[in-house]
Structures are given as C-alpha cells and as structure tokens.
C-alpha cells in the first residue's frame, strides 16, 4: 500500500550536512509511522529515528541525538531526515520505512514497507 523511494545520499566531510527525502506514495502515507534505519557493510541494520503519523513525536537512536532531526510533510507525501556534524560511523546505506504501528516504532520488524535506500559516506 507504500512505495517509498529514498534520495539525497552522498559523500561528505566530516563534520557536514546532508538531508534525505523519501518520497511516498499510497494512500497510507499520512497514517503511518515513518522511520530511518541505516546499514553498514556486513552489519546489522540498525534503526535510526521514528516519527509518529502525525509528526507530534520522534524518538531517536542515542548515537544521533542531538545531530539528526526527522521531520516529515503529509501535503508532500514525503518524510525527511535531516543530518547535521556527521561523523565517520555515520557511514551506511539509509533506508526509509513505513510501519503500521501506532507511536514512534523502533524495529526493524515493527516496519512492512521499506525503500530502496541511499548511500552516505563520511569522510574523515
């Protein structure tokens, strides 16, 4: 019922910013919890941020506390994470998902729908 499609990866020094989209489409956009999970090479996946359907919670992983911020636009169908002094370990594949629990869901099983992913690569 989801289609997201991640964009806005890249290389980065450390230190930098970038912010990533994902672009939905469905109709079950404006109902779902939206989060950001990321993977490095021969890791796990690890989750990121989460944001309620609404937009009126977030929770975040303690590593991006303070760094990270998730927003997301319903109008626009379209979900945000927003990094700012990004370091090294930062360093994965994102992946953009949608979950059908209610709050702000953290694993990675809580999550039906996922993006193809971005890649983002710190420099040090």
């Known amino acids: 019922q989801v289609q997201l499609a991640e964009s806005g990866g890249g290389l980065v020094q450390a230190g930098g910013s970038l912010r990533l989209s994902c672009a939905a489409s469905?109709?079950?956009?404006?109902?779902?919890?939206m989060g950001w999970f990321r993977q490095a090479p021969g890791k796990e996946r690890e989750f990121v941020a989460a944001i309620n359907w609404s937009g009126g919670s977030t929770f975040y992983t303690d590593s991006v506390k303070g760094r990270f911020t998730i927003t997301r636009d319903n109008a626009k169908n379209t979900a945000y994470l927003q990094m700012n002094n990004l370091k090294p370990e930062d360093t994965a594949v994102y992946y953009c998902a949608a979950s059908g629990y209610r709050g702000t869901p953290y694993s990675p099983r809580q999550y039906k729908y996922w993006g193809q992913g971005t890649q983002v690569t710190v420099s040090a």
């Open positions: 469905g109709r079950t956009f404006s109902s779902a919890a």
